[in-house]
C-alpha cells in the first residue's frame, strides 16, 4: 500500500475505460474516495465504481464511497460542475488525475481547423481547466493538493499525422512543469505519466491485429506493450507521499520506447 492515500479523495477524468478506469480502481484500492468522471460511457463509469468498490473492500476500505460524475473536459462550464459535484459530496478534493483525452488522424496538411481545436480542447485546455479550479479551490482554503496529468510519450516523439495530438501532449509537459513551479511553495505538486503502447479499447486497432501488434512490439525494447495497471500504479506512486519530493516530472511509462528503440544495435556513424 502507498503512504497518505487512504481516506483521500480522488477524481479522475475520463474514467469509464482504459488507463483512467485503472487508475480509479487502484486508488480505491488504496483507500481514496473515487469521483468517476465521464462524458457519455454512463454504463462504463458504473463499472469502473462496482470495481472500484469490490477492490477497496477487499483491500480493507470498506469506507471507500463513489461517485459518477457527466462532464465533458472540453467545456467550461461542465469543468466547473464537475468540481462543484465533487466538492458538494465529499466536502474536499485532494488528487486531480486528468486522464481525458481524444485524438483525430489526418494528414498535417489537411487537418480540418476544427478538429485540431476539439483534440487541444480536450487534450490540453481541459487539464488546464480543471488544474485551474482545483488549484483556486486549494488555495482559497489553504490545502495541498496532487495532480497527475495523463500525458504520452508524445510529450517529445513526434507522431506524423496525429499532428494535434502530440501538440497537446507537448503542451500537457509544459503544463506540468510551470504548474509545479508557481505552486510548489503552497506545497501543491504537480507531475505527469507518459505511457508508451498500452493495452486499452481505444488501441483496439492494433491489439486485436497480430500483425499491427507485432510492429508496434518491434519498436519496443521490452517487447510488449504496458498494460492499464502499470499506469494505474505509476498515477499511485505519484499521487502518494512516497512521492513527497516529486514536482514538475513526467514519468515515462513505456517499456524503453522512449530510449530510440531502432539504435539498440551498434552501427557506424
Same mark, same amino acid.
Given at each position: 500500500?502507498?503512504? +497518505?492515500?487512504?481516506?483521500?479523495?480522488?477524481?479522475?477524468?475520463?474514467?469509464?475505460?482504459?488507463?483512467? =478506469?485503472?487508475? $480509479?480502481?487502484?486508488?480505491?484500492?488504496? +483507500?481514496?474516495?473515487? $469521483?468517476?468522471?465521464?462524458?457519455?460511457?454512463?454504463?462504463?463509469?458504473?463499472?469502473?465504481?462496482?470495481?472500484?468498490?469490490? =477492490?477497496?473492500?477487499?483491500?480493507?476500505?470498506?469506507?471507500?464511497?463513489?461517485?459518477?460524475? &457527466?462532464?465533458?473536459?472540453?467545456?467550461?462550464?461542465?469543468?466547473?460542475?464537475?468540481?462543484?459535484?465533487?466538492? *458538494?459530496?465529499? /466536502?474536499?478534493?485532494?488528487?486531480?488525475?486528468?486522464?481525458? +483525452?481524444? =485524438?483525430?488522424?489526418?494528414?498535417?496538411?489537411?487537418?480540418?481547423?476544427?478538429?485540431?481545436?476539439?483534440?487541444?480542447?480536450?487534450?490540453?485546455?481541459?487539464?488546464?481547466?480543471?488544474?485551474?479550479?482545483?488549484? &483556486?479551490?486549494?488555495?482559497? &482554503?489553504? &490545502?495541498?493538493?496532487?495532480? %497527475?496529468?495523463?500525458?504520452?510519450?508524445? #510529450?517529445?516523439? @513526434?507522431?506524423? =499525422?496525429?499532428?494535434?495530438?502530440?501538440?497537446?501532449?507537448? +503542451?500537457?509537459?509544459?503544463?506540468?512543469?510551470?504548474?509545479?513551479?508557481?505552486?510548489?511553495?503552497?506545497?501543491?505538486?504537480?507531475?505527469? %505519466?507518459?505511457?508508451?503502447?498500452?493495452?486499452? @479499447?481505444?488501441? #483496439?486497432?492494433?491489439?486485436? *491485429?497480430?500483425?499491427?501488434? !507485432?510492429?508496434? #512490439?518491434?519498436? %519496443? @525494447?521490452?517487447?510488449?506493450?504496458?498494460?492499464?495497471?502499470?499506469?494505474?500504479?505509476?498515477? !499511485?506512486?505519484?499521487?502518494?507521499?512516497? $512521492?513527497?519530493?516529486?514536482? /514538475?516530472?513526467?514519468?515515462?511509462?513505456?517499456?524503453?520506447?522512449?530510449?530510440?528503440?531502432?539504435?539498440?544495435? @551498434?552501427?557506424?556513424?
Amino acid at each position: 500500500m502507498m503512504k +497518505g492515500l487512504a481516506g483521500k479523495t480522488a477524481l479522475i477524468t475520463g474514467a469509464s475505460s482504459g488507463i483512467g =478506469q485503472a487508475i $480509479a480502481i487502484r486508488l480505491a484500492a488504496e +483507500g481514496c474516495n473515487i $469521483a468517476v468522471n465521464y462524458r457519455k460511457d454512463l454504463e462504463g463509469a458504473k463499472t469502473t465504481e462496482s470495481e472500484a468498490l469490490k =477492490q477497496a473492500k477487499a483491500a480493507g476500505h470498506g469506507s471507500v464511497k463513489t461517485l459518477s460524475v &457527466q462532464g465533458d473536459a472540453s467545456k467550461e462550464e461542465d469543468v466547473r460542475n464537475v468540481c462543484r459535484s465533487v466538492f *458538494d459530496t465529499f /466536502g474536499s478534493l485532494d488528487i486531480l488525475v486528468n486522464n481525458a +483525452g481524444i =485524438q483525430s488522424e489526418y494528414a498535417s496538411h489537411k487537418m480540418p481547423t476544427e478538429k485540431l481545436d476539439q483534440v487541444l480542447a480536450v487534450n490540453l485546455r481541459g487539464p488546464y481547466l480543471y488544474a485551474r479550479e482545483a488549484i &483556486q479551490r486549494w488555495l482559497e &482554503q489553504d &490545502q495541498t493538493g496532487t495532480i %497527475i496529468n495523463i500525458s504520452s510519450v508524445h #510529450e517529445i516523439i @513526434p507522431r506524423p =499525422q496525429y499532428l494535434s495530438y502530440s501538440m497537446s501532449k507537448g +503542451g500537457m509537459g509544459n503544463l506540468t512543469k510551470t504548474l509545479a513551479l508557481e505552486y510548489a511553495a503552497q506545497k501543491i505538486r504537480v507531475n505527469a %505519466i507518459a505511457p508508451g503502447a498500452t493495452v486499452t @479499447p481505444i488501441n #483496439e486497432d492494433w491489439v486485436d *491485429d497480430p500483425d499491427k501488434k !507485432a510492429v508496434v #512490439e518491434s519498436h %519496443i @525494447p521490452m517487447g510488449r506493450p504496458g498494460t492499464s495497471e502499470e499506469m494505474a500504479a505509476a498515477t !499511485a506512486f505519484l499521487a502518494s507521499d512516497e $512521492a513527497a519530493y516529486i514536482t /514538475g516530472q513526467t514519468l515515462y511509462i513505456d517499456g524503453g520506447l522512449t530510449l530510440y528503440a531502432d539504435f539498440r544495435k @551498434p552501427w557506424s556513424a
